[in-house]
Structure formats: structure tokens, C-alpha cells
């Protein structure tokens, strides 16, 4: 599987943007990138996913590096309510649905 | 719509034991897939389950079972439960088909004295 790598921890205050950064160097040439958080005492939750162009939802906009390295995950206003872990995954291909989540980046938000 | 939910909430067992856990997918989807997560760390895939079969496998020994319903309900069964055993269980469901969304159970946090 291939892995990504994200930084262990971020700040932020709220109603200010997030960016939170992932590597994925191994990605290969049909993986998705999905995004999933965690929030606490919950299971985790969709965010986002794209190939390779930008993504925008009603959650977040996600940002594709050209050559697919690396991707940014987008929050315009962060509330209290985005402190959660943020998992990064490329998704396998085939008909298996499986996501190998990694540690993640835990964000916290604050007034 | 309910979503996806598990049962029980909460367990407590003693080392030896066997445990069931069960999760009703939500509506409409077919395909279930278990995971088990440690305190401090991300999920990890346990196996997945659609059309009644195990149709992937992660690095969980065979004391880990499971079944799938013709409802597409599951079951994940831990047999000779171990304190390492301990974490909390995720159900998540999808629609067969590449790159659809999951949706994921609250869990089941087990503890295993």
C-alpha cells in the first residue's frame, strides 16, 4: 500500500484558514487521495476526495500538487467544531474498498 | 436514515473469552469492512466483507472471523480474546464500486481485563 505522510500536529485559531499538508511520494498513477477525519469519541467521516484536479464540497477544498506527490487539505474558517484527526489515505485500486489510515494530524482550534 | 450502527456501545470481557460485535450497514450500501483502532492510532483494516464473503484480509490472526448476512449485516467475531485485544472496533459501510465514499459506526470500545 502506498503511504503518506502528514505532520503529527497543528494550531489554529478560529475563522482562520487551514491548510494541512500530506505527502504520498509512492502514489500511484490510479489512486484516489481521500481525506477523513476523526472526531472526538466518533467514528471517522468523509471529507473529500479527488485524482488530480482541486475538489471543492460544502466541507473543505482539497489541492492537488501537479505530479500528485503531495496534496493539501483546505479548511476556509475553521470552527471548534473541525478539532478533530485528519487522515490522509490513497485509496487502493481494484474493487477492494479498503483505507489504510496512518496517524494522522491531529488540529486543534482555538479562540 | 440511521446510518450505520453498532452493537453493543461498550464491552468488558475476560482474557480467553470469545466476543461478538455486530453493525448494520446503512441503507443501501452492500459492501461492510471492520476495523479495530488502538488508543493513539489511526484504524486498521481488519477484513471486509460483500456478498455474504471475505473478500479482503488485514494482518489479523484467525481468532478474528467474521460474517456477513443476506441483509448485509456483519458480525466480527474475536475468539481466546488476548489484553491486546482492547480498542475500539469500527464498522464502516459502502456501495460496491471504486472510490465511494465510507461511512463509519460509532464503534465498540472493548476491554479485555
Known amino acids: 500500500d502506498a503511504k503518506t505522510t502528514q505532520p503529527n500536529s497543528m494550531e489554529s485559531n478560529e475563522e482562520e484558514p487551514v491548510h494541512l499538508p500530506c505527502n504520498h511520494s509512492?502514489?500511484?498513477?490510479?489512486?484516489?487521495i481521500h481525506w477523513y477525519r476523526q472526531l472526538p469519541s466518533q467514528g471517522p467521516e468523509y471529507v473529500i476526495h479527488?485524482?488530480?484536479s482541486n475538489v471543492n464540497n460544502r466541507m473543505a477544498s482539497l489541492a492537488i500538487a501537479e505530479d500528485r506527490k503531495s496534496s493539501t487539505l483546505i479548511l476556509h474558517r475553521a470552527t471548534l467544531r473541525d478539532a478533530a484527526v485528519y487522515y490522509c489515505?490513497?485509496?487502493?485500486?481494484?474493487?477492494?474498498?479498503?483505507?489504510?489510515f496512518g496517524t494522522g494530524t491531529r488540529l486543534q482550534v482555538t479562540l | 436514515d440511521a446510518g450505520v450502527t453498532q452493537s453493543p456501545t461498550h464491552l468488558i470481557k475476560t482474557r480467553g473469552q470469545q466476543v461478538t460485535l455486530r453493525c448494520s450497514p446503512k441503507?443501501?450500501?452492500?459492501?461492510v469492512s471492520w476495523y479495530q483502532q488502538a488508543l493513539g492510532q489511526g484504524p486498521q483494516f481488519i477484513f471486509q466483507y460483500y456478498e455474504e464473503e471475505e473478500r479482503q484480509r488485514g494482518n489479523f490472526p484467525d481468532r478474528f472471523s467474521g460474517h456477513q448476512f443476506p441483509n448485509y449485516s456483519s458480525e466480527l467475531n474475536v475468539n481466546a480474546l488476548l489484553l491486546g485485544d482492547s480498542a475500539l472496533y469500527l464498522c464502516?459501510?459502502?456501495?460496491?464500486?471504486?472510490?465511494?465514499?465510507?461511512?463509519f459506526g460509532q464503534g465498540t470500545r472493548l476491554t479485555v481485563v
Open positions: 509512492t502514489i500511484s498513477g490510479t489512486d484516489y
Open positions: 441503507s443501501g450500501h452492500d459492501t
Open positions: 489515505i490513497l485509496r487502493v485500486t481494484g474493487t477492494a474498498s479498503k483505507l489504510t
Open positions: 479527488g485524482l488530480t
Open positions: 464502516a459501510s459502502n456501495s460496491e464500486g471504486l472510490n465511494t465514499e465510507a461511512f
